[in-house]
T-cell receptor, first 111, second 111 residues
Framework: SQQGEEDPQALSIQEGENATMNCSYK?????LQWYRQNSGRGLVHLIL?????REKHSGRLRVTLDTSKKSSSLLITASRAADTASYFC???????????FGAGTRLAVHP | SQTIHQWPATLVQPVGSPLSLECTVEGTSNPNLYWYRQAAGRGLQLLFY??????ISSEVPQNLSASRPQDRQFILSSKKLLLSDSGFYLC??????????FGSGTRLTVV
């Protein structure tokens, strides 16, 4: 079963614009993680936000977490063509050794 | 830091043939290890996870099996491949803190 669901499924923007991706989840979490996947490659961990945190920054990335709404957002500011990739949210299933992924958002940044 | 090695990178196999994909981990001991499968343009589905040598948990009924013969080795196998086994297979390992580390993946095409 999927724990996280990303929205939108696909996003197309111009270089320099901001990109916002959303993730909703179903059950209680200890943390929520965002990953990036370039086409045909493995996933790279971007950022982890804990359930007691509301916002976290890493370079051009900003992640928010609203546990009351069971949702998170990933904002990429001043996007670049190199940001083109799929982005996934993932949550560890509480009490289990499992990381459950959403279906992902495919981001295309056009020069 | 831990590193995951997966091979081969790509594989084309006929229906009914056997399969063996290998994942090895460096830089950690007694890790939890995971096999995920990703269909084209989709999210990741957890197939198996292992918390130690000889300990395998299966997430979904399927044509595949997994084994953990050594602490840092995780193998995905099939006796007879089906067309539906095609996909991108990823091995993953959680660090003590932070996000998971993924291998570079194996793209399997069953023809």
């Amino acid at each position: 079963s999927q724990q996280g669901e990303e929205d939108p499924q696909a996003l197309s923007i111009q270089e320099g614009e901001n990109a916002t991706m959303n993730c909703s989840y179903k059950t209680s979490i200890n943390n929520l993680q965002w990953y990036r996947q370039n086409s045909g490659r493995g996933l790279v961990h971007l950022i982890l936000i804990r359930s007691n945190e509301r916002e976290k920054h890493s370079g051009r990335l900003r992640v928010t977490l609203d546990t009351s709404k069971k949702s998170s957002s990933l904002l990429i500011t001043a996007s670049r063509a190199a940001d083109t990739a799929s982005y996934f949210c993932a949550t560890p299933l509480a009490g289990y050794n499992k990381l459950i992924f959403g279906a992902g958002t495919r981001l295309a940044v056009h020069p | 830091s831990q590193t995951i090695h997966q091979w081969p990178a790509t594989l084309v196999q006929p229906v009914g043939s056997p399969l063996s994909l290998e994942c090895t981990v460096e830089g950690t001991s007694n890790p939890n290890l995971y096999w995920y499968r990703q269909a084209a343009g989709r999210g990741l589905q957890l197939l198996f996870y292992s918390v130690g040598i000889g300990q395998i948990s299966s997430e979904v009924p399927q044509n595949l099996s997994a084994s953990r013969p050594q602490d840092r080795q995780f193998i995905l196998s099939s006796k007879k491949l089906l067309l539906s086994d095609s996909g991108f297979y990823l091995c993953a390992c959680p660090p003590p803190t932070g996000g998971y580390t993924f291998g570079s993946g194996t793209r399997l095409t069953v023809v």
